[in-house]
């Protein structure tokens, strides 16, 4: 099937277009492992492997459905290139409310289906599927991650306790994000959105019995909920600005003006908030150092290549409304661009302090999507996107590659229990230092490639040639630069205190077997190669058909639901330079750690007369990082701690005593009230109507008193009572 | 088959369970086995029913409509008629009720609480099933309001004697409580009665019949009903008797009260008094508004300030309905199909925290959460559907609570043209924060009780166990319900939007707006 279709690309441009069976039914994609989800969670423990079988089928099959769909995607988008002039390039038969709507201005649209999910006010409300360049692109990246992770997993918590439980959850996880990525709506990209948290939840809580992990695991969903108010809101002002949940329509009304500049920027904004806390942006990443908590895997699958880049893939799909909103193609500094470098630096200058392998990662990661966030905030849309591809092999590589390690020592502490461990885990070694040096940026690995994009998409300072793009961001890539050398320079010492040195811990550690090393092997393949399907314009050095294939692919051109952006041009200057700054960042910490450390002993991870020592404002930098500039102490002590202690607790208070005590005064006096109607005036007066009331009291409450104790007529009058004397209060006070 | 539904469709299962607890007044005592067979017969019966008028309802195919409407005379005097009917509005309540009593009294079948006596209890049950399910077919005030008030009593009982503790006091706040609010409602009634052009009860013909009252006596009219139906939401600050109520009652009486009682009063809202009296809504909007975003917030503060897992979850509830009530303030078709839904959401999901907490309360002699712990490890199962619920609870999507949750905020950002969008935009934003302190309480109750390890005391327990064959027969419907309409909200909307569509009175429709209010205004 797959080879007739890639024939018939090639023979016939237009008669693939309409059999595009796997772009059309890619809600199969998702479906597969959400299926997998019931499955394991219901019969997981009968089988031999304990459900992990059923995942791997899955994922497995979603790959291929995406890789299918990917190439005929690919096929329909170079037939259209080839066709030239093919305006009204059809797409499918019918029955596809949206498809035409893309495509006005001639380039290739999304694909979009849906179904009736809600109705309100006798419209429908669809979900669907939108599959265009963005959404393959990160169908094959959750797929293949995913997958990868999927068999890592069955040696890395064989014999856990909740195994079956694990994958489980890594099929809901695969699912809800394969669900986000190909969402046609709003409202579905929310779903999507909220899922993939619960997910990273209950992964990351996966050893609840220790309350670490489960604080950490609720931390995170916390701070995501907090960005999430943000999404909510979005996603509402946008439905009523646009009319629409549609993505497609949202874009083209923030496109074409239809909805106002006010209600774009603030949808933009309150977006932007759940960036922030999806994202791991500045100020709200505290949560996903912490995140480490969880399963290994789980690190590189979900807070690293997949989960965390959700917020990298909002904008990217909504870009329409963050372009208009925050007039990117203006030059100002916008929240984006700001809130992505400080990202970057707060990143690479924590990642310094951290002597547990998978925070260094996981700061590192932070940074790295600090990077995507600015990139987008330049406009630098297509540099964005090929950052999260690449990130996601490399490092889900180097992830997986500190899991090996703590496989081998037990333990996450480079300082104590690592050191040395080249010799004793080759493959781990030569794959995690592939992971390195892309990460690095340094040529010809793929971080090289889709860094260096960013940094010329920032269009900051012509000297180094090239520029254009959408206005000249000096700040952004002032600070994308430094963070490139502190990159280096993290790494190196990474590298240095896990593999090189004397080993420090116990025991004997050896390589781990295959089932966790080839999957390291083709993260660590893909690190180098991922780079190489976009090259620059004007390169040279490679045929110029195969010059920016990513861009081509991805980037949706002519379509009116994505905004007109400009592209710099790359630059071998700036190339050179951030090449260049990222050695010195790698000198440096070479300079400290193999040569000055490694002198003073094998097993040494530190200077005995280090900088903190010696100068007081290292001293203080150092104590501001260690604490992670203050920032967790903010939220958990400061501001939780006042909501939760003081602020419920006095909310509760005034529940007991204030507002309950008017009631039960009321019913007090009302019951004094009583007895005084009742023995002066009802026995002494009115003795007739006593009589009357009585009789019904008592027949009403023949039932009554045998189960209760008799005492209808007190309760009747209490209730009749208390009953005026509360009209008489609540007509005072209202 | 159609013609015997529409003609009866409606009576039999309203008053086939007061037969049942007729025919069980006449067996003795101590043949608890029968009772509990009689009371499961009946209650099944009447799901089966309400099944069939699914069915049929569906093959009408006119959900915006009453379906089996009856018509007859009842007291004359008064011109109060005996109406019954179901629109896409009170079907999924209806079936909601018929659904849950039944499971109660699968639940309750091996463990009645203390001083046992099944054969009142039960009859208790069926008379309550009778109350609720006539309250949401009548379509006349009277009757209306007599099915409401039949609801009362039987819970009053069944709080203040299979109670805990505190019954008594619970018990009588909860009948006095929620007496004066039907008292004003009542006079309310009276008030529509007399002041409408047509002397009528007739819940279909008052919306027109209202249109002629004075402005101003139509919202003292509403105030009435709006204390009414706001006590048994209940609406800040009118709670107060929930909590007590909850925590208080069996596990049976809570889960009744969570998932039916409660939904009569925001359903009053919006069957009678929005429908009926628009204007005055509109007027009253923005005030409920701020006690719904207020109760939403304080709820969940309450919720905080909590060892008590019952209580928590009661004190969830205030923060829930405020949700419903923000959906229903602000006037729009998307707010009150949210309303309708979120009622059906918060039925299902706290109904079953309550089962939950009922459980967990029988396996470990408490629900301090500070002595609670480790449940996952002791009863992985139920630990599981706790955390299920809970994350039902605090409105995940794909779940069922979210879309009682999302549209309402949604809703209340471009609420009904007469009303101020500022006003709403700020509570949208409360009530959006609100979200995030769901998150934190019923995370933290699930790490108290779920997480980690069980405490000493307990730890060898073996009373505690995981979940019973007939734990599981009365929630797998409640658990499948939660995910099923998560996953496919179109089953609910699809139904209430044509009803929700048609009871916004023309004076709230967004289009003629203007012109309904300038005119109301110049008279």
Same mark, same amino acid.
């Given at each position: 099937?797959?080879? *007739?279709?890639?024939?018939?690309?090639?023979?016939?441009?237009?008669?693939?277009?309409?059999?595009?069976?796997?772009?059309?039914?890619?809600?199969?994609?998702?479906?597969?492992?959400?299926?997998?989800?019931?499955?394991?969670?219901?019969?997981?423990?009968? %089988?031999?492997?304990?459900?992990?079988?059923?995942?791997?089928?899955?994922?497995?099959?979603?790959?291929?459905?995406?890789?299918?769909?990917?190439?005929?995607?690919?096929?329909?988008?170079?037939?259209?290139?080839?066709?030239?002039?093919?305006?009204?390039?059809?797409?499918?038969?019918?029955?596809?409310?949206?498809?035409?709507?893309?495509?006005?201005?001639?380039?290739?649209?999304?694909?979009?289906?849906?179904?009736?999910?809600?109705?309100?006010?006798?419209?429908?409300?669809?979900?669907?599927?939108?599959?265009?360049?963005?959404?393959?692109?990160?169908?094959?990246?959750?797929?293949?991650?995913?997958?990868?992770?999927?068999?890592?997993?069955?040696?890395?918590?064989?014999?856990?306790?909740?195994?079956?439980?694990?994958?489980?959850?890594?099929?809901?996880?695969?699912?809800?994000?394969?669900?986000?990525?190909?969402?046609?709506?709003?409202?579905?990209?929310?779903?999507?959105?909220?899922?993939?948290?619960?997910?990273?939840?209950?992964?990351?809580?996966?050893?609840?019995?220790?309350?670490?992990?489960?604080?950490?695991?609720?931390?995170?969903?916390?701070?995501?909920?907090?960005?999430?108010?943000?999404?909510?809101?979005?996603?509402?002002?946008?439905?009523?600005?646009?009319?629409?949940?549609?993505?497609?329509?949202?874009?083209?009304?923030?496109?074409?003006?239809?909805?106002?500049?006010?209600?774009?920027?603030?949808?933009?904004?309150?977006?932007?908030?759940?960036?922030?806390?999806?994202?791991?942006?500045?100020?709200?990443?505290?949560?996903?150092?912490?995140?480490?908590?969880?399963?290994?895997?789980?690190?590189?699958?979900?807070?690293?290549?997949?989960?965390?880049?959700?917020?990298?893939?909002?904008?990217?799909?909504?870009?329409?409304?963050?372009?208009?909103?925050?007039?990117?193609?203006?030059?100002?500094?916008?929240?984006?661009?700001?809130?992505?470098?400080?990202?970057?630096?707060?990143?690479?200058?924590?990642?310094?302090?951290?002597?547990?392998?998978?925070?260094?990662?996981?700061?590192?990661?932070?940074?790295?999507?600090?990077?995507?966030?600015?990139?987008?905030?330049?406009?630098?849309?297509?540099?964005?996107?090929?950052?999260?591809?690449?990130?996601?092999? %490399?490092?889900?590589?180097?992830?997986?590659?500190?899991?090996?390690?703590?496989?081998?020592?037990?333990?996450?502490?480079?300082?104590?229990?690592?050191?040395?461990?080249?010799?004793?885990?080759?493959?781990?070694?030569?794959?995690?230092?592939?992971?390195?040096?892309?990460?690095?940026?340094?040529?010809?690995?793929?971080?090289?490639?889709?860094?260096?994009?960013?940094?010329?998409?920032?269009?900051?300072?012509?000297?180094?040639?090239?520029?254009?793009?959408?206005?000249?961001?000096?700040?952004?890539?002032?600070?994308?630069?430094?963070?490139?050398?502190?990159?280096?320079?993290?790494?190196?010492?990474?590298?240095?205190?896990?593999?090189?040195?004397?080993?420090?811990?116990?025991?004997?550690?050896?390589?781990?077997?295959?089932?966790?090393?080839?999957?390291?092997?083709?993260?660590?393949?893909?690190?180098?190669?991922?780079?190489?399907?976009?090259?620059?314009?004007? %390169?040279?050095?490679?045929?110029?058909?195969?010059?920016?294939?990513?861009?081509?692919?991805?980037?949706?051109?002519?379509?009116?639901?994505?905004?007109?952006?400009?592209?710099?041009?790359?630059?071998?200057?700036?190339?050179?330079?951030?090449?260049?700054?990222?050695?010195?960042?790698?000198?440096?910490?070479?300079?400290?750690?193999?040569?000055?450390?490694? *002198?003073?002993?094998?097993?040494?991870?530190?200077?005995?007369?280090?900088?903190?020592?010696?100068?007081?404002?290292?001293?203080?930098?150092?104590?501001?990082?260690?604490?992670?500039?203050?920032?967790?102490?903010?939220?958990?002590?400061?501001?939780?701690?006042?909501?939760?202690?003081?602020?419920?607790?006095?909310?509760?208070?005034?529940n007991?005593?204030?507002?309950?005590?008017?009631?039960?005064?009321?019913?007090?006096?009302?019951?004094?009230?009583?007895?005084?109607?009742?023995?002066?005036?009802?026995?002494?007066?009115?003795?007739?109507?006593?009589?009357?009331?009585?009789?019904?009291?008592?027949?009403?409450?023949?039932?009554?008193?045998?189960?209760?104790?008799?005492?209808?007529?007190?309760?009747?009058?209490?209730?009749?009572?208390?009953?005026?004397?509360?009209?008489?209060?609540?007509?005072?006070?209202? | 088959?159609?013609?015997?539904?529409?003609?009866?469709?409606?009576?039999?299962?309203?008053?086939?369970?007061?037969?049942?607890?007729?025919?069980?007044?006449?067996?003795?005592?101590?043949?608890?086995?029968?009772?509990?067979?009689?009371?499961?017969?009946?209650?099944?019966?009447?799901?089966?029913?309400?099944?069939?008028?699914?069915?049929?309802?569906?093959?009408?195919?006119?959900?915006?409509?009453?379906?089996?409407?009856?018509?007859?005379?009842?007291?004359?005097?008064?011109?109060?008629?005996?109406?019954?009917?179901?629109?896409?509005?009170?079907?999924?309540?209806?079936?909601?009720?018929?659904?849950i009593?039944?499971?109660?009294?699968?639940?309750?079948?091996?463990?009645?609480?203390?001083?046992?006596?099944?054969?009142?209890?039960?009859?208790?049950?069926?008379?309550?099933?009778?109350?609720?399910?006539?309250?949401?077919?009548?379509?006349?005030?009277?009757?209306?309001?007599?099915?409401?008030?039949?609801?009362?009593?039987?819970m009053?009982?069944?709080?203040?004697?299979?109670?805990?503790?505190?019954?008594?006091?619970a018990?009588?706040?909860f009948?006095?409580f929620t007496?004066?609010?039907?008292?004003?409602?009542?006079?309310?009634?009276?008030?529509?009665?007399?002041?409408?052009?047509?002397?009528?009860?007739?819940?279909?013909?008052?919306?027109?019949?209202?249109?002629?009252?004075?402005?101003?006596?139509?919202?003292?009219?509403?105030?009435?009903?709006?204390?009414?139906?706001g006590i048994k939401v209940p609406m800040f600050p009118f709670h107060t008797w929930l909590p007590d109520a909850h925590t208080e009652a069996?596990t049976?009486g809570s889960v009744i009260l969570a998932a039916v009682l409660l939904k009569l009063g925001t359903?009053?809202?919006?069957?009678?008094?929005?429908?009926?009296?628009?204007?005055?809504?509109?007027?009253?909007?923005?005030?409920?508004?701020?006690l719904a975003?207020i109760g939403i917030i304080y709820g969940a503060l309450g919720c905080l300030?909590q060892?008590d897992l019952k209580r928590l979850v009661a004190f969830s509830s205030v923060a829930h309905m405020g949700f419903v009530m923000l959906?229903?303030?602000?006037?729009?078709?998307?707010?009150?199909?949210?309303a309708?839904?979120g009622m059906v959401a918060h039925g299902l999901i706290t109904g079953m925290l309550f089962f939950l907490a009922?459980?967990?309360?029988?396996?470990?002699?408490?629900?301090?959460?500070?002595?609670?712990?480790?449940?996952?490890?002791?009863?992985?199962?139920?630990?599981?559907?706790?955390?299920?619920c809970a994350?039902a609870s605090l409105g995940?999507?794909?779940?069922?609570g979210?879309?009682g949750e999302?549209?309402?905020?949604?809703?209340?950002?471009?609420?009904?043209?007469?009303?101020?969008?500022?006003?709403?935009?700020?509570?949208?934003?409360?009530?959006?924060?609100g979200?995030?302190l769901a998150?934190?309480y019923l995370?933290?109750m699930?790490?108290?009780?779920?997480?980690?390890?069980?405490?000493?005391?307990?730890?060898?327990?073996?009373?505690?166990?995981?979940?019973?064959?007939?734990?599981?027969?009365?929630?797998?419907?409640?658990?499948?319900?939660?995910?099923?309409?998560?996953?496919?909200?179109?089953?609910?909307?699809?139904?209430?939007?044509?009803?929700?569509?048609?009871?916004?009175?023309?004076?709230?429709?967004?289009?003629?707006?203007?012109?309904?209010?300038?005119?109301?205004?110049?008279?």
């Amino acid at each position: 099937m797959l080879s *007739a279709n890639i024939a018939a690309a090639e023979t016939a441009g237009k008669a693939v277009a309409a059999s595009g069976w796997f772009l059309e039914n890619a809600w199969l994609i998702w479906l597969f492992p959400a299926v997998s989800f019931l499955l394991i969670l219901l019969f997981g423990k009968r %089988f031999p492997r304990g459900g992990s079988e059923i995942g791997i089928t899955a994922v497995g099959a979603s790959f291929v459905f995406g890789l299918l769909t990917a190439i005929q995607w690919i096929s329909k988008v170079e037939g259209a290139g080839g066709g030239g002039a093919e305006g009204e390039y059809a797409l499918g038969a019918g029955g596809m409310a949206a498809a035409a709507e893309g495509e006005a201005s001639g380039g290739v649209g999304a694909l979009t289906r849906s179904i009736t999910w809600l109705t309100n006010g006798a419209e429908a409300i669809g979900a669907g599927i939108m599959i265009d360049g963005l959404a393959v692109m990160m169908i094959f990246v959750v797929t293949v991650v995913s997958l990868l992770v999927h068999i890592y997993s069955t040696d890395y918590v064989a014999g856990d306790r909740r195994y079956t439980h694990f994958f489980a959850f890594l099929s809901l996880f695969t699912a809800s994000m394969l669900f986000f990525v190909t969402a046609s709506t709003t409202i579905q990209m929310l779903v999507g959105w909220e899922l993939v948290g619960v997910c990273s939840f209950v992964l990351i809580g996966h050893w609840w019995e220790e309350k670490d992990n489960s604080d950490a695991a609720l931390k995170a969903f916390f701070t995501n909920r907090v960005g999430d108010m943000g999404i909510i809101i979005g996603v509402s002002i946008l439905f009523f600005g646009a009319g629409t949940f549609d993505v497609i329509g949202v874009n083209e009304a923030a496109i074409n003006g239809s909805m106002s500049h006010t209600v774009t920027l603030a949808a933009a904004l309150c977006l932007t908030a759940a960036v922030i806390s999806k994202s791991g942006q500045f100020f709200l990443h505290t949560w996903l150092p912490d995140a480490m908590a969880g399963p290994t895997p789980v690190s590189a699958l979900i807070h690293a290549a997949t989960m965390v880049v959700a917020g990298i893939f909002m904008v990217a799909r909504l870009y329409g409304v963050f372009f208009e909103g925050y007039a990117i193609g203006g030059s100002s500094i916008n929240t984006l661009a700001l809130i992505g470098g400080l990202t970057t630096l707060v990143g690479a200058t924590l990642a310094f302090v951290q002597n547990d392998i998978k925070r260094v990662l996981a700061y590192s990661t932070v940074s790295q999507l600090g990077y995507m966030v600015l990139a987008l905030g330049v406009g630098a849309w297509t540099a964005a996107l090929f950052h999260l591809f690449t990130h996601a092999f %490399f490092k889900a590589c180097l992830f997986l590659g500190s899991g090996s390690v703590s496989h081998a020592v037990h333990s996450f502490d480079m300082k104590k229990d690592m050191g040395g461990l080249r010799k004793v885990m080759p493959h781990t070694y030569r794959t995690f230092m592939i992971g390195t040096v892309a990460l690095a940026g340094l040529p010809i690995l793929s971080g090289f490639w889709s860094k260096d994009e960013i940094l010329v998409g920032t269009g900051g300072w012509g000297l180094f040639g090239g520029t254009g793009g959408n206005g000249a961001y000096t700040v952004m890539l002032a600070m994308g630069m430094i963070t490139a050398a502190l990159t280096g320079a993290y790494m190196t010492r990474v590298v240095y205190l896990t593999f090189f040195g004397e080993f420090r811990g116990h025991g004997t550690p050896h390589e781990s077997g295959p089932r966790i090393t080839v999957p390291l092997w083709i993260l660590g393949g893909l690190a180098v190669v991922a780079g190489f399907i976009n090259f620059p314009a004007g %390169f040279q050095l490679v045929p110029a058909s195969w010059e920016e294939k990513f861009l081509q692919w991805v980037e949706p051109v002519g379509v009116s639901y994505f905004p007109s952006i400009a592209h710099a041009t790359p630059s071998w200057t700036l190339a050179i330079v951030s090449v260049i700054v990222a050695l010195i960042g790698i000198g440096a910490a070479y300079y400290y750690y193999f040569i000055k450390v490694r *002198a003073v002993s094998p097993v040494a991870t530190e200077l005995p007369d280090g900088p903190t020592s010696r100068s007081a404002v290292a001293r203080l930098g150092h104590q501001i990082l260690v604490n992670k500039y203050y920032l967790d102490w903010l939220y958990t002590t400061v501001i939780v701690g006042f909501v939760k202690g003081p602020l419920a607790k006095a909310a509760y208070w005034t529940n007991q005593n204030v507002i309950d005590r008017v009631v039960n005064e009321a019913g007090t006096r009302s019951v004094q009230a009583g007895n005084i109607v009742y023995h002066k005036v009802d026995q002494l007066v009115v003795d007739g109507i006593v009589n009357a009331t009585g009789k019904i009291s008592d027949s009403s409450g023949e039932e009554l008193r045998r189960i209760q104790t008799g005492k209808v007529q007190q309760y009747a009058a209490i209730m009749f009572a208390a009953a005026t004397i509360l009209a008489g209060i609540f007509i005072i006070v209202i | 088959m159609g013609e015997f539904l529409n003609d009866w469709g409606l009576s039999i299962p309203t008053f086939l369970p007061i037969i049942g607890a007729a025919v069980m007044l006449l067996i003795p005592k101590d043949r608890e086995h029968l009772h509990k067979l009689i009371a499961l017969a009946t209650t099944v019966a009447v799901a089966v029913f309400g099944l069939l008028l699914l069915i049929q309802f569906i093959d009408n195919d006119n959900y915006g409509a009453l379906n089996f409407v009856v018509d007859k005379g009842w007291i004359d005097v008064i011109d109060s008629r005996y109406i019954m009917g179901v629109d896409g509005i009170s079907l999924p309540l209806m079936l909601l009720t018929m659904l849950i009593v039944p499971l109660c009294v699968i639940y309750s079948w091996n463990h009645f609480p203390e001083p046992h006596n099944p054969k009142a209890f039960l009859m208790l049950l069926l008379i309550l099933e009778t109350g609720m399910i006539g309250t949401f077919a009548a379509q006349d005030l009277i009757l209306f309001f007599v099915f409401f008030e039949v609801v009362l009593l039987p819970m009053y009982f069944m709080i203040g004697v299979w109670g805990g503790e505190n019954r008594r006091y619970a018990a009588i706040k909860f009948f006095l409580f929620t007496l004066f609010g039907s008292a004003l409602m009542l006079v309310s009634f009276l008030a529509l009665y007399f002041l409408a052009d047509a002397s009528t009860f007739d819940m279909r013909l008052l919306p027109e019949a209202a249109a002629g009252i004075a402005k101003s006596s139509q919202v003292w009219v509403f105030g009435g009903m709006f204390l009414g139906f706001g006590i048994k939401v209940p609406m800040f600050p009118f709670h107060t008797w929930l909590p007590d109520a909850h925590t208080e009652a069996p596990t049976v009486g809570s889960v009744i009260l969570a998932a039916v009682l409660l939904k009569l009063g925001t359903y009053g809202f919006v069957r009678i008094a929005i429908p009926i009296l628009p204007e005055a809504a509109a007027e009253w909007a923005p005030f409920i508004g701020l006690l719904a975003v207020i109760g939403i917030i304080y709820g969940a503060l309450g919720c905080l300030a909590q060892r008590d897992l019952k209580r928590l979850v009661a004190f969830s509830s205030v923060a829930h309905m405020g949700f419903v009530m923000l959906g229903i303030a602000t006037l729009t078709d998307f707010g009150i199909n949210a309303a309708v839904f979120g009622m059906v959401a918060h039925g299902l999901i706290t109904g079953m925290l309550f089962f939950l907490a009922g459980s967990v309360k029988e396996r470990y002699h408490t629900l301090d959460m500070s002595r609670l712990g480790g449940l996952l490890v002791q009863a992985p199962r139920m630990g599981w559907i706790l955390g299920f619920c809970a994350m039902a609870s605090l409105g995940l999507p794909g779940l069922a609570g979210f879309w009682g949750e999302f549209p309402a905020i949604l809703a209340s950002y471009n609420p009904a043209e007469v009303l101020a969008e500022e006003t709403f935009r700020s509570y949208m934003v409360i009530a959006a924060l609100g979200t995030v302190l769901a998150a934190g309480y019923l995370l933290w109750m699930l790490q108290k009780t779920a997480f980690g390890t069980p405490r000493e005391e307990f730890a060898n327990d073996p009373h505690v166990h995981d979940a019973t064959v007939s734990e599981y027969l009365a929630w797998a419907p409640l658990l499948i319900l939660i995910l099923v309409l998560g996953v496919y909200p179109h089953l609910l909307f699809g139904a209430t939007d044509p009803a929700v569509v048609n009871s916004l009175n023309d004076c709230l429709d967004s289009v003629t707006s203007g012109a309904c209010f300038d005119a109301a205004a110049g008279k």
